[in-house]
Each structure stands twice: as structure tokens, then as C-alpha cells.
């Protein structure tokens, strides 16, 4: 998944826990990860235009539910996303501007409506060559709820997993009290490296930020959440959270609010029952949705305007 995962879990089991869940991550991956042409996701980009491809289960659940917030941001987040990832390849190809030609030849390839799932077949079909899925945005959540999952089979009953801008902690620590969880400062140049620090029991963090994935060219930052409007990176936002208890959902509208931007990103976010939301735009303003959390604490002071 492109990214350093850490667990750490206590209790007599925790070692085997620990391995158990890793490979489990790794099993995820493996069948999500569109840039390996033995997944699942990338068999169904070589089919688009020929035929449906039948896949796992859990393949299919979570293409629903990007589908469904593909659907719900009318194409902020689009799991269809995939020729734009491509052509911009941000970490990938050597710091590339595409010209307005190839984004636009991009775009039309982009289309959530066009995507077919089937749900007596457990199939998923793309009609048009060239079209791709593309689960960056939600996999990785995914994933770290099933290792969440496995550590709680194996009857570990504290533990974090941090995947990458993925957390889950799982009870609380060894010393009884929360976990503290810092949501990292967009731009830690401007001095303090962390945002906001959250006690946290039992609840996922995930963060969508413009620092991930980038490259500056001319004083202008590229980065790899799109805007599937313009064929740009997204513009309005530079840090997306999403405090709740579904990974793989958290993860999607970590992305979607990104694109959004703080009215409609927190809007929805908050229509769809998540724990907390946390924005920070590019003049460094935060805004907020969602339950209050009096435990959470701004490093830096940072006045929460409070859904716009
Ligand atoms: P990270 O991968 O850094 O955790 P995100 O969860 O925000 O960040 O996911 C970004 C990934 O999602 C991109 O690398 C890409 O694969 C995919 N993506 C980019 N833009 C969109 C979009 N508008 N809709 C859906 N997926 C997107
Ligand atoms: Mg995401």
C-alpha cells in the first residue's frame, strides 16, 4: 500500500495478533491494489470495454460503498478515478504536468455512472476501454479495519494500528488510560508538527492530506487527490479528517471531503453519521463537523470555525 504500518498490541496473544493482522493487510492489498496486475481491482481494468469480471466479497462491499459516495458527492470522489491517476502518476513520474489535451482525454474515461455493479453475479464491469478503478482512496481504510478485526479474534484488547495516515485504536492502553492520537499539522514549517491531539478509545482516525503525495513545480504544489471536475489536483483543502468507527468509510470521506472543501465536505460528512470532521484550508483556517470532543485539544490554539 505504499506506506509504513506500524502495530503495536498488548495481552498473551499480541505477538500472534500482530502477524496475524499484517497478513491479513497484506491479503487486502493484494487484491485491491490496482498497480499490481494480479489483483482483483486490476483485473477489472483490463476487462473495461470486454466483460464483467467477478470478484471477491469484499471487493465488491467496498466498490458499493465507493460507489455509493462516488454517487453521494455526484463525483467529488469517483472510484472511477483511475485514468487520471495514471496520467499524473504523482511519486511515480519524474515531477509531470500533463497538458490540457491529456486531461481532458483523461476525464472522459472518468465516470462513475458508467460503472456496472452487478449484485446477483458479484460482478463489476467498466464499459469503455481505458476506464479503471482505482481504490486508493478507501483500501487502505479497509484494510486497517480488518486488521482491527483480527487483533480482536486473537482477544487483543489494546492496540494501535497505524497505517499511513490510518489509525484504529483498539481499547485503551496498558495503563488504562486512552490512547492519544496527534493529527499532524498540514504545513510544519509554519512551527508545530501536530494539529490537534485526540484521546481516542475504540475509534479510527484517517487523514487525506496535500504533504502525502507531492511535487512543487514553478512555486505550484501537485498533489495526488483529484478534483475529477477539472482533472486538477483539488484546490480548497490541505488537510481532510475523519474521526469514526468504519475505516474503510472514513477513508473515502477523508478523500471526498477533501475535494469538496469545508461547506459541502462538512456537510456531508456530517450527514453520514461520522464521529468528527476536521478541515484545514490553505490560509490555515480549521472547520469542524460532527459530535463535540471535549477531550480534543488544538496545539497551536487554532480557532475552530465551527461548520463555516
Ligand atoms: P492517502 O493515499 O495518502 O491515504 P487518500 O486516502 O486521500 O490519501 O487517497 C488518495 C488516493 O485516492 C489517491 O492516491 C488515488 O489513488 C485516489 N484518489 C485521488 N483522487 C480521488 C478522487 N477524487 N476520488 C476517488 N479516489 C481518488
Ligand atoms: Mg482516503
Same mark, same amino acid.
Given at each position: 500500500?505504499?506506506?509504513?504500518?506500524?502495530?503495536?498490541?498488548?495481552?498473551?496473544?499480541?505477538?500472534?495478533?500482530?502477524?496475524?493482522?499484517?497478513?491479513?493487510?497484506?491479503?487486502?492489498?493484494?487484491?485491491?491494489?490496482?498497480?499490481?496486475?494480479?489483483?482483483?481491482?486490476?483485473?477489472?481494468?483490463?476487462?473495461? #470495454?470486454?466483460?464483467?469480471?467477478?470478484?471477491?466479497?469484499?471487493?465488491?462491499?467496498?466498490?458499493?460503498?465507493?460507489? *455509493?459516495?462516488?454517487?453521494?458527492?455526484?463525483g467529488a470522489f469517483d472510484v472511477t478515478v483511475r485514468p487520471l491517476v495514471e496520467l499524473?502518476?504523482?511519486?511515480?513520474?519524474?515531477?509531470?504536468?500533463?497538458?490540457?489535451?491529456?486531461?481532458?482525454?483523461?476525464?472522459?474515461? @472518468?465516470?462513475?455512472?458508467?460503472?456496472?455493479?452487478?449484485?446477483?453475479?458479484?460482478? @463489476?464491469?467498466?464499459?469503455?476501454? #481505458?476506464?479503471?478503478?482505482?481504490?486508493?482512496?478507501?483500501?487502505?481504510?479497509?484494510?486497517?479495519?480488518?486488521?482491527?478485526?483480527?487483533?480482536?479474534?486473537?482477544?487483543?484488547?489494546?492496540?494501535?494500528?497505524?497505517?499511513?495516515?490510518?489509525?484504529?485504536?483498539?481499547?485503551?492502553?496498558?495503563?488504562?488510560?486512552?490512547?492519544?492520537?496527534?493529527?499532524? *499539522?498540514?504545513?510544519?514549517?509554519?512551527?508545530?508538527?501536530?494539529?490537534?491531539?485526540?484521546?481516542?478509545?475504540?475509534?479510527?482516525?484517517?487523514?487525506?492530506?496535500?504533504?502525502?503525495?507531492?511535487?512543487?513545480?514553478?512555486?505550484?504544489?501537485? *498533489? *495526488?487527490?483529484?478534483?475529477?471536475?477539472?482533472?486538477?489536483?483539488?484546490?480548497?483543502?490541505?488537510?481532510?479528517?475523519?474521526?469514526?468507527?468504519?475505516?474503510?468509510?472514513?477513508?473515502?470521506?477523508?478523500?471526498?471531503?477533501? @475535494?469538496?472543501?469545508?461547506?459541502?465536505?462538512?456537510?456531508?460528512?456530517?450527514?453520514?453519521?461520522?464521529?468528527?470532521?476536521?478541515?484545514?484550508?490553505?490560509?490555515?483556517?480549521?472547520?469542524?463537523?460532527?459530535?463535540?470532543?471535549?477531550?480534543?485539544?488544538?496545539?497551536?490554539?487554532?480557532?475552530?470555525?465551527?461548520?463555516?
Amino acid at each position: 500500500m505504499d506506506t509504513t504500518i506500524t502495530i503495536t498490541a498488548y495481552g498473551p496473544k499480541a505477538k500472534k495478533a500482530v502477524s496475524a493482522a499484517f497478513a491479513e493487510m497484506r491479503r487486502v492489498a493484494d487484491l485491491m491494489n490496482a498497480n499490481d496486475p494480479a489483483s482483483e481491482v486490476a483485473y477489472i481494468n483490463q476487462n473495461a #470495454g470486454i466483460k464483467p469480471v467477478k470478484v471477491s466479497p469484499e471487493t465488491f462491499e467496498l466498490l458499493k460503498l465507493s460507489l *455509493h459516495y462516488s454517487q453521494l458527492s455526484v463525483g467529488a470522489f469517483d472510484v472511477t478515478v483511475r485514468p487520471l491517476v495514471e496520467l499524473w502518476g504523482i511519486g511515480k513520474k519524474d515531477n509531470y504536468v500533463p497538458s490540457k489535451e491529456e486531461i481532458q482525454q483523461a476525464l472522459k474515461l @472518468v465516470d462513475y455512472r458508467k460503472l456496472v455493479l452487478n449484485d446477483q453475479e458479484q460482478s @463489476v464491469f467498466l464499459p469503455v476501454k #481505458g476506464m479503471g478503478i482505482d481504490l486508493g482512496g478507501a483500501a487502505k481504510g479497509y484494510a486497517a479495519d480488518r486488521a482491527r478485526a483480527v487483533l480482536q479474534e486473537y482477544g487483543v484488547n489494546s492496540a494501535l494500528v497505524d497505517a499511513g495516515g490510518n489509525i484504529w485504536t483498539v481499547g485503551v492502553r496498558p495503563d488504562g488510560e486512552k490512547w492519544r492520537i496527534g493529527i499532524r *499539522h498540514p504545513r510544519p514549517e509554519m512551527g508545530s508538527k501536530i494539529l490537534a491531539v485526540l484521546p481516542a478509545q475504540d475509534l479510527t482516525l484517517v487523514t487525506s492530506g496535500d504533504y502525502e503525495r507531492y511535487f512543487v513545480k514553478d512555486d505550484v504544489r501537485y *498533489h *495526488h487527490i483529484f478534483d475529477p471536475r477539472t482533472g486538477w489536483p483539488a484546490q480548497g483543502v490541505i488537510s481532510a479528517t475523519i474521526v469514526g468507527t468504519n475505516g474503510a468509510e472514513a477513508d473515502i470521506l477523508s478523500t471526498t471531503v477533501f @475535494v469538496l472543501g469545508p461547506k459541502k465536505g462538512l456537510a456531508l460528512a456530517a450527514e453520514s453519521g461520522i464521529t468528527k470532521a476536521i478541515v484545514v484550508t490553505p490560509d490555515l483556517q480549521v472547520f469542524t463537523a460532527g459530535r463535540d470532543l471535549p477531550e480534543m485539544e488544538f496545539v497551536n490554539g487554532e480557532k475552530e470555525g465551527k461548520n463555516q
